[in-house]
């Protein structure tokens, strides 16, 4: 039976994945009318495009069929603006991402980049790769963003979850992916060249993946807060409904466009349809074999009308037939800077068709509004909603969406090389307990936290599961100090999304926090710089520590990577060589500021006896009591005569 993480999980990242944000700057619109509310995010727009800010409710109007409906609930919104921040550190590109928190605003857009299989293999994959950066080049700083795709095929590229990391966000994008899979089709003249037939493929049975594909998008983004949720659609075409030869893919579609437009109403997401084969003149290319391969102007109308579907039902837009499709995608994230949240009560269902056709307009002149143009309204034997699995409180809060901000936490994720070549990742997970009530006693029982990780391999598969429970000594009761747990996962060479579930032992408070962790194959690499972790160990000044593998050392090692001058803080790595016969290393280390000066460095020499099955430790005292407060790069850099191997992770002085 799959967990209940895997499930969460799942819901976004295997069919189609949280590092935080930043603290938010206003408050996050608050509805409380539950589901029977229908919710629509307006656009209002000036004749030049922008996005118009200060409306009131006096000044929209919705009807629904025709006749106006009252607004029940109306919220402003206007996204922080994307300034030119303090420039960052010219390291700040090599960090290596090694902590998450859970902290996180309450606004900002939620994006889904869905890369469908329809994608021309050739230029226009190219032209898809661009439209995806450009959406993530214009991430806002709340903006969190996911790369998704429709068809679960083999090697159809690589998903990640919501992140704020561009870097990640950006090797998903560029990671290969093999596009439509279709049957070879044969003519009396031998292979045609014609374009896939999209309903008979060998990766989507009718073609119903991509509408399964934005109903589980949408599911998963239900009810996971109140952001602007939209999917960038990068596809050629979709398959929204059979001919009638198309046998039993008729109704199979017919279902399945239901269930995706009902999930996206149910949602409120906002779907933009972007597509990147390019300008299309209908006139016969070279690559066509014979007359009847071209594709006609109805071929076009037809798959540019279907492309248009989705967006005008959610109130996104198309952007087609044009050979620059990413220079829109700045304009339509700009457009949705400002907006509003409006709300009308969802009605019910009379007669046989239970779509609602709905219009917001504003009584201001030279103004145009775009909002969804429908939703459905509840059928009276709508099942009742499923009720979350029951099981551990720690688990449960691991299957969120985004992380559960109900206990503050910090997770730090650093892989290490191990003797013989073996790998782990060191899990730490800190509990912040400063501004948090008192944990009270729970009747019966030692006071405490039960923590659960989960572990994720690139699909979504679990691999992994660790849990423990911490007692809490009565001294500790009213202690505000941080609380740090720690757990080795056996993991092999790989990337991996690790989510750590906290609950108090009396399941009355719960947080979850999402890291990601990409560990090295020291098989395939001569020389490796183990992750770096950081202890503050009570052993005396001047005298290296080993490395924390376990016992009372693992005690010492911090998730923190902020520190104060009066903390002694020891940074520890492996080296890892790959010979049989090792040889003398050099160890460079040194801490750069933020304007990339030296301003501690140390250098040392390990023996080729000093290395056990390929791995010698390093360890290195911190000078944190003379360093000015501020940001800065470790680089530890490890070489012999013909290899170069270096491990990068940031730090912070507090003064």
């Not at 895997?6 to 949280?18: G, P």
């Not at 109306?74 to 859970?102: C, K, Q, R, S, Y």
């Not at 949408?218 to 050629?236: E, N, P, T």
């Not at 924390?548 to 902020?562: E, N």
């Amino acid at each position: 039976m799959r967990s209940p993480v895997w499930l969460a999980v799942a819901a976004l990242m295997a069919t189609v994945a949280v590092s935080p944000a930043t603290r938010a700057q206003q408050p996050s619109p608050a509805f409380h009318g539950g589901v029977d509310l229908v919710e629509i995010d307006a656009v209002v727009l000036d004749s030049h495009r922008q996005p118009v800010a200060g409306l009131s409710v006096r000044d929209f109007v919705v009807t629904e069929d025709g006749d106006p409906r009252p607004i029940v609930a109306f919220t402003p919104v206007t996204l922080p603006a994307v300034t030119p921040a303090t420039p960052a550190p010219p390291w700040a590109g090599d960090v290596i991402g090694d902590v998450a928190t859970n902290a996180r605003a309450d606004e900002g857009r939620l994006v889904v980049i869905m890369m469908d299989r329809s994608i021309p293999v050739g230029p226009a994959t190219l032209t898809a790769r661009a439209i995806a950066t450009a959406a993530v080049d214009a991430l806002g700083p709340e903006d969190l963003a996911a790369i998704v795709h429709s068809s679960g095929f083999a090697n159809e590229g690589v998903s990640q979850d919501f992140t704020a990391d561009k870097a990640r966000l950006g090797a998903a994008i560029a990671a290969p992916m093999t596009g439509l899979v279709a049957p070879p089709t044969v003519g009396d003249t031998g292979l045609m060249n014609t374009p896939p037939e999209m309903m008979r493929t060998g990766d989507c049975m009718c073609g119903l993946c991509v509408l399964d594909a934005f109903a589980n998008i949408a599911s998963a983004l239900d009810g996971a807060d109140r952001r602007h949720k939209m999917v960038i659609f990068i596809a050629s075409d979709v398959v929204l409904q059979g001919p009638a030869s198309s046998g039993p893919c008729g109704g199979l579609l017919r279902e399945a466009r239901e269930r995706a437009m009902r999930a996206l109403d149910r949602a409120n997401v906002t779907v933009h349809a972007i597509d990147p084969s390019g300008l299309e003149t209908l006139s016969k290319d070279a690559s066509s074999f014979r007359l009847g391969d071209r594709q006609t102007p109805a071929m076009l109308l037809r798959r540019q009308g279907n492309l248009g579907v989705l967006p005008d039902y959610t109130g996104g837009r198309l952007v087609a037939n044009t050979n620059t499709p990413a220079e829109f995608v700045a304009a339509i994230f700009a457009e949705s800077q400002s907006y509003y949240l409006l709300a009308i009560e969802r009605g019910a269902t009379h007669g046989r068709d239970p779509r609602r056709n709905i219009r917001v307009r504003v009584n201001r002149r030279g103004l145009t509004v775009r909002a969804r143009t429908a939703y459905y309204a509840e059928p009276t034997n709508v099942p009742p909603t499923p009720v979350a699995p029951a099981g551990d409180a720690a688990v449960r809060a691991m299957t969120g969406l985004l992380p559960d901000t109900g206990l503050p936490l910090v997770l730090s994720l650093t892989p290490r090389i191990l003797a013989g070549g073996g790998t782990d990742v060191l899990a730490t997970v800190r509990i912040d307990r400063g501004g948090e009530p008192r944990v009270t006693m729970a009747p019966g029982r030692p006071s405490g936290f039960d923590v659960s990780i989960g572990v994720f391999d690139a699909r979504a598969r679990p691999v992994g599961r660790a849990h423990q429970s911490v007692a809490l000594a009565r001294p500790d009761l009213t202690s505000r100090a941080a609380i740090e747990t720690h757990d080795a996962l056996s993991l092999a060479p790989g990337r991996y999304e690790v989510r750590a579930g906290v609950a108090t032992n009396d399941g009355a408070r719960t947080g979850s926090v999402y890291g990601y962790v990409d560990v090295p194959a020291p098989a395939d690499r001569d020389l490796l710089v183990s992750g770096v972790t950081f202890t503050k160990p009570p052993v005396t000044p001047g005298q290296d520590s080993p490395v924390p593998a376990g016992g009372d050392r693992l005690a010492d090692v911090t998730a923190q990577r902020s520190f104060r001058p009066t903390d002694r803080v020891v940074a520890s790595t492996n080296i890892w060589q790959r010979a049989r016969t090792p040889v003398p290393i050099a160890v460079h280390i040194r801490l750069l500021d933020t304007g990339n000066r030296v301003v501690f460095e140390d250098g040392r020499h390990i023996e080729a006896s000093a290395f056990d099955a390929g791995v010698a430790p390093v360890s290195i005292d911190l000078p944190t009591t003379t360093l000015p407060g501020g940001s800065y790069l470790l680089a530890i850099e490890a070489s012999d005569d013909a290899h170069t191997a270096t491990e990068r992770v940031g730090i912070e002085i507090r003064r």
